[in-house]
């Protein structure tokens, strides 16, 4: 296509002015934001003045007289001090409260947040553990509220630490909290301990409550909301909800577990002995929205207590990253929060455990760079496929050695599409070259491209792992962050993109010249459109799989020029081909049935011609 001056520069001046308004768009938005945030202030400040510390310690009086009120036997847990104890192991600190005898907050000492401190995983006022204890006459109370007794350490032979917490109540009830942290391990051992069921549950039934808010840890917000879900467990299979809106799941048969898996990172509650019901209901910001949380999600769980005096509750809490091979070893299905394959695509989760995940681990034992693990399994993955890609370029060898005859027969039929397609395929099929050929190992690519998509978002392994310009192979890499964001690209510019990009562009040129001109005008841009659509789609995907579709389109460079040109033979293939018109050839019912549609639809068109004339 060739552009004059003219055009040239109206291109430029529309990019110019394409860029300039979204620029102006976002000063504009911003002296907005700023004159609003002035008038708020200005309105607040002529607000008549209230004394919040007097309001609070009113507040605070009566929630004391409330808690004392309903604590009935457990009066003298109702007040008191939050202590705090520290458990620190290889790979976490888990800091538990005396207020509620649970964990406050846990931190994973091998990850760094967005803040560059160690990851934090339910620590904010929203978390808690959470379930109704009857205490007197018509009188209940949550056991969040308490001040639990204990809290000490207790170091074990096996090097676990125990910590625990207990409510001593009237007539011997007591309630138990212990929790057990064993080293290099992210599942910690929790056990609720009741003396005195009948006495402190209604119907033998515990209903406890879990909540757990989900706060960003990733450097793009919006995309981690979109890689985060609620996961289950129930009725012996593990399922998912994506967590848009507010919205909830019941449950009617028995639940092993429920979690809340980010991006890259998990906290679940598990029940070793199964809940028998329950219901998990989240709330999830908008989309767009700056409110860093991803989501607040409440499991209401219910469990039937045997009829007994005393009784025991086996739980475990996970908090830790979704690592597929760290949630396997813990059993009960926990590895399938790791999103490997999901939707109509959900059968590619056996390509990444079986192949992908495997070839990795070997990889990274060679070396620390993940930018070169990623090139060796790159590699690896080419040379497996490696039959399909010689048959792809085998079928485009043909393809070019009948492209001297399938312009004589655009010659011949000039606009008539009709005769042209009955001729071109009859010329296929007396070559035995199948027009499909080149298509079909591509679609058969498809599958390892989406379990690669699904094996990038969730490998966290490369997580803060650098190369080359890019920090962090876990995430988008920029090489320059602009002023505002452009709709459906974003706010950077990732250069791993940009490769991924002009060599899917070279990969389109390069097959193009390969193959016979398209009349069709969409079917003849199309492979110079698709690149282009990879740039807004590839712009926020990890760095580490935009680096992998880079080498990997590098790789089908360098394959197709020495396949063609140094061990494809075209005067075999023409030989062959023309041999294989020489054959009589016995056409298929398929193909009987789709020339006979032809020959209607040519003679419809020939009546309806001369019907014109």
Excluded at 23 to 40: I, M, V, W
Excluded at 54 to 66: C, G, H, W
Excluded at 241 to 270: H, M, R
Excluded at 397 to 415: N, S, T, V, Y
């Amino acid at each position: 296509m060739n552009f004059d001056r003219n055009t040239i520069i109206g291109f430029v001046a529309m990019a110019v002015l394409f860029l300039g308004y979204f620029f102006y768009n976002s000063q504009e938005q911003a002296a907005f934001q700023k004159k609003r945030a002035y008038e708020d202030s200005v309105a607040l400040a002529r607000m008549p003045k209230v004394d919040s510390a007097a309001l609070r310690r009113d507040s605070m009086r009566l929630d004391s007289q409330s808690r004392i009120a309903s604590a009935g036997g457990f009066q003298s847990a109702a007040t008191g001090t939050e202590q705090f104890t520290e458990v620190v192991t290889d790979v976490m600190k888990v800091v538990f409260s005396n207020k509620g005898g649970q964990p406050r907050y846990v931190e994973l000492n091998q990850f760094k947040g967005t803040d560059s401190n160690h990851v934090r995983l339910a620590g904010s006022d929203f978390d808690k553990i959470s379930y109704v204890v009857r205490t007197g006459d018509n009188r209940t109370a949550d056991v969040a509220n308490f001040y639990f007794q204990g809290g000490q350490t207790v170091k074990n032979a096996d090097g676990s630490t125990t910590v625990k917490y207990q409510l001593l109540g009237a007539n011997g009830a007591a309630v138990v909290h212990q929790y057990v942290v064993k080293p290099n391990n992210y599942l910690i051992d929790f056990t609720i301990g009741l003396n005195g069921v009948q006495q402190l549950t209604q119907n033998n039934t515990l209903n406890l409550l879990w909540q757990n808010e989900a706060r960003q840890l990733q450097k793009d917000l919006s995309y981690e909301r979109t890689q985060s879900a609620i996961n289950y467990k129930a009725d012996g299979s593990t399922d998912y909800e994506n967590i848009t809106g507010s919205s909830s799941e019941e449950f009617d048969q028995p639940v092993n577990w429920v979690g809340v898996k980010q991006q890259f990172f998990a906290s679940a509650l598990v029940a070793k002995n199964n809940f028998t019901s329950g219901e998990v209901s989240w709330t999830a910001p908008a989309a767009d929205s700056k409110n860093n949380t991803i989501v607040q999600a409440v499991a209401n769980m219910k469990v039937n207590l045997p009829a007994t005096a005393n009784t025991t509750v086996p739980l475990a809490l996970y908090y830790g990253p979704t690592d597929y091979k760290i949630l396997k070893q813990y059993g009960n299905d926990l590895e399938d929060m790791v999103n490997l394959g999901s939707g109509m695509f959900a059968f590619v989760k056996y390509l990444n455990r079986w192949v992908v995940i495997p070839l990795f681990d070997l990889f990274r034992t060679l070396t620390s760079n993940y930018g070169i693990v990623i090139l060796l399994l790159t590699l690896a993955i080419r040379l497996l496929i490696s039959p399909i890609t010689y048959s792809s370029y085998l079928s485009g060898a043909k393809m070019k050695a009948l492209r001297p005859e399938i312009e004589k027969l655009k010659a011949k039929h000039g606009d008539d599409q009709q005769a042209m397609s009955m001729d071109q395929m009859k010329l296929f099929r007396e070559a035995g070259v199948n027009p499909l050929g080149g298509c079909i190992p591509g679609l058969l690519q498809l599958p390892i491209f989406f379990a690669l998509y699904s094996f990038f978002n969730s490998a966290v392994a490369l997580r803060g792992q650098n190369f080359l310009w890019a920090d962090d192979l876990a995430q988008y890499d920029s090489i320059l962050n602009l002023p505002f964001a452009i709709p459906f690209y974003g706010d950077h510019v990732s250069l791993f993109t940009i490769t991924a990009v002009l060599t899917s562009f070279a990969i389109s040129i390069y097959s193009m010249s390969m193959t016979p001109d398209q009349s069709n005008p969409v079917m003849k841009y199309m492979p110079y459109i698709f690149p282009f659509i990879l740039l807004f789609v590839f712009n926020k995907l990890p760095s580490g799989l935009t680096w992998y579709y880079t080498v990997s389109n590098i790789i089908t460079l360098v394959l197709q020029f020495v396949i063609q040109n140094y061990i494809i033979n075209h005067d075999k293939i023409l030989a062959k081909i023309e041999e294989n018109r020489s054959k009589p050839k016995a056409k298929s019912k398929w193909q009987e049935r789709f020339e006979a549609i032809q020959d209607q639809q040519k003679k419809v068109q020939d009546m309806q011609q001369r019907t014109k004339k």
